[in-house]
């Protein structure tokens, strides 16, 4: 059997490149706590993202639950079932009710024409999802928060170094959450962080990501333990001298995609995206109809030939158990969710898939045409 071909590999620089931040690591002994590298890594950060204050986090999950903690946001937030469990689950332990709407069949980010008819008096924020790294209608969320002074608090895991006409699409909204794991454009094996306007809702974050310790003494928060370890923004910095390249490599595997895949009927890719800088850090395709196999047909006859796609995202959050009880959960409720659920596939991409292996892919979806 060939060598798998996986959705996802994380971009490694070279192993000897990494030595020197460990050894100053052992030098100094300050392995967690805000030492020398995590400052580094924000402040480095902020810069290349174009980002005024950033918070990093031992992972998004945290990073997502402290938000919502930083804003003290409760009641119902608005959001979409299209997407990782982790945005929805970081409501219910928060014990914040979850409140579905469908999403937009081009994009499949979260439909702001469907956003108003969900609010209800007990409506106090939105959490929606830049899927797949492709922003938000964040101009029509944005004016409806301000009609309803509901918060914004965006799921950004996708979405490292993706800019709109106004800059760091990060700037949007009261709060973005980055994931740096080990699978995104940008990973520091395991990570998140939080991105905020003003340094004093950094300040809220970063005690609360510490127990709530404001000094040895003194708590004013039930905060949790979401440090970044001194390792993990070690690499973070070390990755970013690397980032252009790894941003590069993804742009000429989706252009290379899209041609190849083009004269293929009923695999259509979703639309080149209209951002100004994008950052390719998935390549969905939709199995229609006129395809001659359904989807999970072709996803195990891509698995039979040892390539691994994935079905990003099906099943839908409102499909697992936890969520399906919820009234905005119902099926009726979300066609172009389920619809979308049904059809996508996201093929592999990342900085060191080959040209061979993209042939090896796509020959392997064009074989289907003879099923």
């Given at each position: 059997?060939?060598?798998?071909?996986?959705?996802?590999?994380?971009?490694l620089?070279?192993?000897?490149?990494?030595?020197?931040?460990?050894?100053?690591?052992?030098?100094?002994?300050?392995?967690?706590?805000?030492?020398?590298?995590?400052?580094?890594?924000?402040?480095a950060?902020?810069?290349?993202?174009?980002?005024?204050h950033?918070?990093?986090?031992?992972?998004?999950?945290?990073?997502?639950?402290?938000?919502?903690?930083?804003?003290?946001?409760?009641?119902?937030?608005?959001?979409?079932?299209?997407?990782?469990?982790?945005?929805?689950?970081?409501?219910?332990w928060?014990?914040?009710?979850?409140?579905?709407?469908?999403?937009?069949?081009?994009?499949?980010?979260?439909?702001?024409?469907?956003?108003?008819?969900?609010?209800?008096?007990?409506?106090?924020?939105?959490?929606?999802?830049?899927c797949?790294?492709?922003?938000?209608?964040?101009?029509?969320?944005?004016?409806?928060?301000?009609?309803?002074?509901?918060?914004?608090?965006?799921?950004?895991?996708?979405?490292?170094?993706?800019?709109?006409?106004?800059?760091?699409?990060?700037?949007?909204?009261?709060?973005?959450?980055?994931?740096?794991?080990?699978t995104?454009?940008?990973?520091?094996?395991?990570?998140?962080?939080?991105?905020?306007?003003?340094?004093?809702?950094?300040?809220?974050?970063?005690?609360?990501?510490?127990?709530?310790?404001?000094?040895?003494?003194?708590?004013?928060?039930p905060?949790?333990?979401?440090?970044?370890?001194?390792?993990?923004?070690?690499?973070?910095?070390?990755?970013?001298?690397?980032?252009?390249?790894?941003?590069d490599?993804?742009?000429?595997?989706?252009?290379?995609?899209?041609?190849?895949?083009?004269?293929?009927?009923?695999?259509?890719?979703?639309?080149?995206?209209?951002?100004?800088?994008?950052?390719?850090?998935?390549?969905?395709?939709?199995?229609?109809?006129?395809?001659?196999?359904?989807r999970?047909?072709?996803?195990?006859?891509?698995?039979?030939?040892?390539?691994l796609a994935?079905?990003?995202?099906y099943?839908?959050?409102?499909?697992?158990?936890?969520?399906?009880?919820?009234?905005?959960?119902?099926r009726?409720?979300?066609?172009?969710?389920?619809?979308?659920?049904?059809?996508?596939?996201?093929?592999?991409?990342?900085?060191?898939?080959?040209?061979?292996?993209?042939?090896q892919?796509?020959?392997?979806?064009?074989?289907?045409?003879?099923a």
């Open positions: 059997m060939t060598k798998p071909i996986y959705v996802t590999q994380p971009y620089p070279p192993l000897e490149e990494f030595i020197p931040y460990l050894e100053k690591i052992w030098e100094n002994k300050i392995l967690t706590n805000g030492g020398p590298f995590h400052q580094q890594l924000e402040e950060l902020c810069s290349y993202l174009g980002v005024k950033i918070s990093l986090f031992t992972n998004a999950t945290i990073a997502l639950v402290t938000a919502l903690q930083a804003l003290r946001v409760n009641g119902e937030v608005i959001t979409t079932p299209y997407s990782f469990v982790a945005t929805a689950h970081s409501l219910l928060n014990g914040i009710k979850p409140v579905f709407v469908d999403v937009d069949p081009d994009t499949l980010n979260i439909d702001p024409a469907k956003i108003e008819a969900a609010i209800s008096p007990n409506t106090t924020a939105i959490m929606p999802v830049h797949y790294g492709r922003p938000c209608d964040v101009d029509a969320i944005q004016k409806i928060a301000d009609n309803y002074n509901l918060r914004i608090i965006y799921d950004a895991a996708h979405a490292f170094g993706v800019t709109d006409d106004s800059g760091s699409v990060l700037n949007h909204g009261d709060l973005s959450v980055l994931s740096f794991h080990a995104k454009v940008f990973n520091t094996f395991e990570g998140g962080a939080i991105i905020c306007p003003d340094a004093k809702t950094k300040l809220r974050i970063d005690q609360l990501k510490n127990f709530g310790f404001v000094d040895e003494v003194t708590v004013v928060a905060g949790i333990n979401g440090k970044m370890s001194e390792i993990n923004a070690a690499f973070g910095m070390l990755q970013l001298k690397h980032i252009a390249r790894a941003l490599s993804r742009k000429e595997i989706d252009a290379a995609y899209r041609v190849q895949l083009k004269s293929i009927k009923g695999i259509r890719c979703l639309g080149e995206p209209g951002e100004f800088a994008a950052n390719h850090s998935y390549f969905p395709i939709l199995v229609e109809d006129d395809y001659p196999l359904s999970d047909e072709l996803y195990q006859k891509l698995k039979s030939h040892n390539i994935r079905r990003y995202f099943p839908l959050i409102t499909d697992f158990p936890m969520y399906r009880g919820f009234p905005s959960a119902h009726d409720n979300l066609p172009v969710a389920n619809s979308a659920a049904q059809k996508i596939m996201c093929l592999p991409i990342y900085p060191n898939l080959t040209s061979e292996n993209i042939t892919v796509v020959s392997c979806i064009r074989g289907g045409l003879q």
